[in-house]
């Protein structure tokens, strides 16, 4: 693991070590080495703090471009080659994430985009399904769920934007981790001819995905929330 990397985990760690009690996960087991493309819900600004947790290796994510504008933490981000999204400029991002993909390396995305304050997932953007589609690594789905009750609404301020977001404060978190899926030769076989019909197709398909994954990690919440070793 690169110095910058680490530094760019502590730092988020801080967070995590703060206000977040336990991180629960099920289906490490399904977790395959290798390049991949990890797929998340993004119900809360705090979850991207999580991902780096889970995952023996070094993460890239798709970020704002203007995270890497940030006194010292944007200097961070930058120096750990995460991935900018910058307006305009999305074909750029998705070349860098293809190059890496085909270096060994592991991208992260939250095909959403933006939060969807746990009210349930957005209409997807096509990063993920391009990538997969495109390169043949395999999506990783991954359902995130804290219970409404260690969430805080947050108003905020973000480069003169007027933001609102949920953050965790207290209690555990929850993952379920699912099974890996390839793309099928016949899927990329009509790339070529029906592109955008076959991408939005994909795009879908993960985000059904994810949404099992959510309910798994609901579930599993109800459970440990109510058995003898949530005291």
Request: glycine content about 8%.
């Amino acid at each position: 693991m690169d110095f910058w990397y680490s530094t760019a985990k502590a730092i988020v760690g801080t967070y995590i070590a703060v206000f977040i009690r336990k991180i629960l996960v099920q289906g490490n087991e399904n977790v395959p080495s290798g390049p991949k493309i990890v797929v998340a819900n993004h119900a809360l600004a705090s979850d991207a703090f999580l991902l780096p947790f889970l995952f023996p290796e070094k993460l890239h994510f798709f970020v704002q471009g203007e995270l890497l504008t940030l006194p010292v933490f944007g200097k961070v981000l930058e120096k750990a080659d995460q991935i900018p999204v910058y307006p305009g400029q999305g074909q750029q991002a998705m070349l860098n994430a293809r190059e890496k993909l085909e270096q060994g390396k592991t991208i992260a995305i939250f095909p959403e985009g933006k939060l969807n304050d746990g009210k349930g997932l957005l209409r997807a953007f096509s990063g993920a399904a391009r990538l997969t589609l495109e390169t043949g690594a395999p999506i990783l789905p991954v359902g995130i769920y804290t219970p409404p009750e260690y969430a805080r609404a947050i108003k905020s301020k973000f480069f003169g934007r007027s933001t609102y977001g949920s953050w965790q404060f207290g209690g555990p978190c929850f993952v379920s981790i699912g099974d890996t899926v390839q793309p099928a030769v016949d899927r990329i076989a009509e790339l070529n001819q029906y592109y955008n019909r076959t991408v939005r197709e994909y795009t879908d398909d993960i985000m059904q995905r994810i949404n099992v994954m959510v309910e798994r990690a609901r579930v599993f919440a109800a459970s440990w929330l109510t058995g003898p070793q949530s005291t």
